[in-house]
C-alpha cells in the first residue's frame, strides 16, 4: 500500500533538473524563505542559542518517550478520549479503519499530516471505498492531480498558477482563470461543502503535551480546524516521538516551529485537543481518536547514534536551503519525506540500502543543521549512514555497498601511511598518465571505474615531483 | 493514576520503547523528574513580574497588538467603552455583505461580554437575526443534544459574521486564545466568514511566554486546565499555496476584527 520509490532517486532527480518550471519554484521558494528563516532566528529575544535549548529540550522527551506517552494517554482517557498505539503502520491504518466502519463513515477530510502519508493512509481508506478529501489547498490541489506531495510545507510549490487554472477548470467545472484568490475561492467553496458533509476527520499532530494531556494541530489556512470541529468524529495520527513534557517547553518550541516552518512569529492557528466534546458544549467532536505510530521509530531510538533524529518536528526548514532538494525538488526522495530530513529518515524506516542514493546524494554542507529550530545534527547522521553502507552492518541489515569501493580505499589507505610508499605511487602516476587523453596539465579521462570522475570534469595531473621535494630542493 | 486497565497494545508499545531505552528492566521512571523544574520555575516568575502592570503599560501592549496585527491583516479596534463597541460592530455587520447567500444573521457566543454588548436590540431594527449558541442544561437528553447541535451547526453556517469574546490576546504574535466552554462554541469564530472578537485591555498579554505562564500558573486557570480544545488564532486564515501568493480566507474566517475595551 505504502508507495516507496527511494530506488528512482537519480532517475527522478534527472527528470527534475530538466524541468525549468520546478527550477524556477524551488529556486524563487528557497530563496525567499530560506533567509527570512535566519533572519526570524536572529530576531529571537534569546538569539539562535535558543535552538540548542530547544534541542536539549526534545533529546530530554525523547530519552523519556515512554514515561510521557503513558501520562499523556491517562490524560486522554480522563476526558473520554481514546488512544491506540499502533506498531506498525498497517495497525494504526487498521484501527482507523475499524472505528470507520462502526461508524458507517463514507466520507473524510483531512489535515495536512507527513505521518498519514507515511503509513499509505489515503490509499488504504479509499481502497475500502470511503471517500477522502485532503483539505490544505496545496494538498487539494496535489490529490486532484493525482500526484505525491513534493514539499512538507508547500505541497504544490512545483505546480505553477496555470498547471492549477487548468487543473480547477477540468476537475471543478469552473471557467479558467489563473488568478490565485479566484482559484482559491473555488477551492473554499468546494471544501466547505466537503467538511460540512464529512463523518470523520482526520488530523496530525504537531506537538503533543503530556501533562496537560494534549495533541497540538497548526495551520494557516484553518482547514484543520475544520476538519476537526465540524464532523463528529476526530482521528489524530501521531508519531510517538511527537511529544513533550510540559506546557512551557511548548512556548519555546512553537515559537521556533512557526519560525522555521514559514518565517512567522507565529501560526494562523494553533488548537490544542484534548478529548471529545462534553455534552454540554454546542459543536466539536463527539469522540476522539488519538494514534500513536511507532513504524520503526522504536528502532531508530534503541540507536544511539541516529536517535537524535526523533527530535525533529517536521517543519521543513532544511528542505528550504538545501542545496541538493533546491535542485531535485520533493518527488525525487521517493517517500514521505523528503530533502534532508528524508535523506535521514527515509534509509532508516524504509531501509538503507534501499535508500542509499537519498543520504549519498546530500552534500554534507550543513546548512540543514543551521535552518534546523531544533539543531539536529543531520550532515553527521548522513556521514554515519554512509559509513553503514560502506562497511555493511547487521543492526540494521545493511550490505556493503561496493566492495570493489570499499577495497580501492583500504588500498588508498595502505597507500598514503607510507610517505615512501606514496611517493613511489606517485611517480608510477606520473609514468602512467602519459597515456591518458588530456591538454594543458589537465587529465579528461581516467582510466577503468575511476573515468566516473573525469566524465563531467577534467582532472589536474600529477606533477613529476612532489611538494616536499620541490620545497626540500629549494631549502637546499 | 489511571482510571482505566492500560491496553494490550500500549503494554507492549512502551515495552518497546523501554527496551529500545535501554530500560527494561529499570524501575519506572516518575514523571515529575522528567519535568524541567528550572524552566518551569522562569514562568512562575515572569507571571509574579506582571502582576502589577499599570494601565500604561497596558496600554502600550495595545500599540505593540496594533503593530503586530497589521502585516496580519488583523484589524484592532480599540474602544472606549462596551457601547461604543456594540456601536461599530452594529456598523460593521451592516456595511459587510454575506459571503454565501444574500441573507445576514449574526451568530454569537453565550458569553457575559458578548450579550452586554446587547447587539440583539441594536441589529433588530436592521432585520438583522442574532443567534446565540445557547449553552445546554446538563440533564439534557441525547436527543435533545443531537438536535442543540444541529441548530448551533445551521445557525453557524447561515451566519456571516460569528461574534466571541477570549480569554487573552498576545500582543507581540496578535494571537487571540480561546478555551471551549459551554456556550462558546467552537464554530463561531470558524464558519461564518468574518470573525469579530470582544476583549478587555486587560486580557492583553505581552508574548507567548506570559500567555503560557498564564495558563501553567494563574489559579483559576491552572484549576480549569486547557479544556478539551484550546484555540489560538493570529489573523484571518491565509495561503499561499499557488505559486506563494498571500491570499486571505483559505477555508477559516477571511476578515478577523478584535475590538479592545480599554475603560
Excluded at chain 1, 98 to 111: D, E, F, L, N, P
Excluded at chain 2, 81 to 92: G, M, R, Y
Amino acid at each position: 500500500m505504502v508507495l516507496i520509490n527511494t530506488e528512482k532517486y537519480i532517475a527522478e532527480a534527472k527528470e527534475a533538473m530538466k524541468d525549468s518550471n520546478l527550477q524556477k519554484a524551488l529556486s524563487s521558494f528557497q530563496h525567499r524563505i530560506g533567509p527570512a528563516t535566519a533572519a526570524t532566528y536572529q530576531k529571537l529575544p534569546e538569539g539562535p542559542e535558543l535552538r540548542l535549548k530547544a534541542h536539549d529540550m526534545r533529546m530530554r522527551a525523547i530519552e523519556n518517550l515512554d514515561v510521557l506517552l503513558e501520562v499523556l494517554a491517562d490524560n486522554i482517557h480522563r476526558r473520554g478520549g481514546r488512544v491506540f498505539f499502533a506498531a506498525t503502520a498497517k495497525e494504526a491504518v487498521d484501527y482507523c479503519l475499524q472505528v470507520a466502519h462502526q461508524h458507517r463513515v463514507k466520507k473524510i477530510v483531512k489535515g495536512k499530516s507527513m505521518v498519514t502519508e507515511e503509513i499509505g493512509f489515503n490509499e488504504a481508506l479509499i481502497a475500502a471505498g470511503i471517500e477522502v478529501t485532503e483539505t490544505d489547498l496545496g494538498e487539494y490541489i496535489i490529490q486532484l492531480a493525482r500526484e505525491h506531495p513534493s514539499h512538507i510545507i508547500a505541497p504544490a510549490i512545483h505546480k505553477t498558477r496555470k498547471d492549477i487554472g487548468r487543473l480547477f477548470a477540468d476537475k471543478l467545472g469552473i471557467p479558467y482563470t489563473d488568478d490565485p484568490p479566484t482559484l482559491t475561492q473555488a477551492a473554499r467553496k468546494a471544501l466547505r461543502a466537503k467538511f460540512m458533509a464529512a463523518d470523520m476527520g482526520v488530523s496530525g499532530c504537531n506537538l503533543a503535551c503530556a501533562e496537560t494531556g494534549h495533541i497540538t494541530t497548526v495551520s494557516n489556512e484553518g482547514n484543520i480546524r475544520m476538519s476537526t470541529t465540524l464532523p463528529p468524529i476526530h482521528v489524530a495520527f501521531m508519531g510517538m516521538e511527537r511529544v513533550v513534557a510540559s506546557l512551557e517547553e511548548h512556548d519555546i518550541l512553537f515559537r521556533l516551529l512557526a519560525r522555521g516552518a514559514a518565517a512567522q512569529n507565529m501560526a494562523g492557528y494553533v488548537s490544542y485537543v484534548g478529548g471529545p466534546a462534553t455534552s454540554d458544549q454546542s459543536d466539536g467532536p463527539q469522540e476522539f481518536h488519538l494514534i500513536i505510530i511507532d513504524n520503526g521509530r522504536s528502532r531508530i531510538l534503541a540507536d544511539v547514534e541516529f536517535r537524535e533524529m526523533l527530535c525533529c518536528i517536521r517543519c521543513a526548514a532544511c528542505l528550504n536551503v538545501c542545496p541538493v532538494y533546491g535542485k531535485i525538488g520533493g518527488h525525487a526522495y521517493g517517500f514521505a519525506y523528503s530533502g534532508p530530513v528524508g535523506a535521514v529518515v527515509t534509509p532508516l524506516l524504509v531501509g538503507i540500502n534501499r535508500a542509499k542514493d537519498l543520504c549519498q546524494g546530500e552534500t554534507l554542507c550543513g546548512a540543514c543543521q543551521d535552518a534546523c529550530p531544533v539543531n539536529i545534527d543531520i550532515p553527521r547522521m548522513l556521514l554515519a549512514l554512509r559509513a553503514k553502507l560502506a562497511d555493511g552492518d547487521k543492526d540494521w541489515n545493511v550490505v556493503r555497498n561496493s566492495l570493489a569501493e570499499k577495497v580501492a580505499f583500504q588500498f588508498w589507505a595502505w597507500v598514503i601511511s607510507k610517505r615512501a610508499r606514496y611517493d613511489r605511487f606517485l611517480q608510477l602516476g606520473y609514468l602512467a598518465q602519459k597515456w591518458m587523453p588530456g591538454a594543458d596539465g589537465m587529465i579528461s579521462r581516467l582510466p577503468l571505474a575511476l573515468h566516473g570522475w573525469t566524465r563531467s570534469r577534467d582532472i589536474k595531473s600529477v606533477a613529476k615531483a612532489s611538494f616536499k621535494k620541490r620545497w626540500q630542493n629549494r631549502q637546499s | 493514576m489511571t482510571d482505566q486497565p492500560k491496553s494490550s497494545d500500549q503494554v507492549r508499545f512502551l515495552d518497546t520503547i523501554r527496551a529500545a531505552l535501554g530500560r527494561a528492566d529499570a524501575p519506572p521512571v516518575d514523571f515529575q523528574s522528567v519535568i524541567d523544574n528550572d524552566l518551569e520555575k522562569t514562568y512562575k516568575d515572569a507571571l509574579a513580574a506582571i502582576a502589577n502592570r499599570t494601565v500604561d503599560q497596558k496600554k502600550e501592549l495595545l500599540k505593540n497588538l496594533e503593530q503586530a496585527a497589521q502585516p496580519l491583516n488583523l484589524k484592532v479596534k480599540p474602544v472606549k467603552d462596551i457601547q461604543t463597541a456594540s456601536a461599530s460592530i452594529a456598523e460593521l455587520v451592516q456595511s459587510k455583505q454575506p459571503e454565501w447567500g444574500t441573507h445576514k444573521q449574526v451568530v454569537a457566543w453565550q458569553h457575559p461580554l458578548v450579550e452586554k454588548l446587547d447587539l440583539t436590540a441594536l441589529l433588530a431594527e436592521h432585520n438583522i437575526p442574532v443567534v446565540f449558541t445557547e449553552q445546554l442544561s446538563e440533564a439534557a437528553t441525547a436527543e435533545k443534544i443531537e438536535k442543540h447541535r444541529r441548530q448551533v451547526r445551521q445557525s453557524c453556517e447561515d451566519a456571516f459574521i460569528g461574534v466571541t469574546a477570549a480569554d487573552f490576546c498576545v500582543a507581540e504574535t496578535a494571537t487571540l486564545v480561546m478555551k471551549t466552554r459551554p456556550g462558546c462554541a467552537r464554530s463561531v469564530s470558524l464558519v461564518p466568514s468574518i470573525h469579530v472578537a470582544v476583549i478587555k485591555l486587560s486580557q492583553i498579554v505581552s508574548n507567548l511566554k506570559e500567555l503560557y505562564a498564564h495558563l501553567s500558573w494563574d489559579f483559576t486557570h491552572k484549576a480549569e486546565g486547557l479544556t478539551n480544545c484550546m484555540t489560538f488564532i493570529s489573523g484571518p486564515s491565509k495561503t499561499a499555496d499557488i505559486e506563494f501568493t498571500m491570499v486571505h480566507g483559505a477555508h477559516g474566517p477571511r476578515e478577523v476584527y478584535i475590538y479592545v475595551i480599554t475603560d
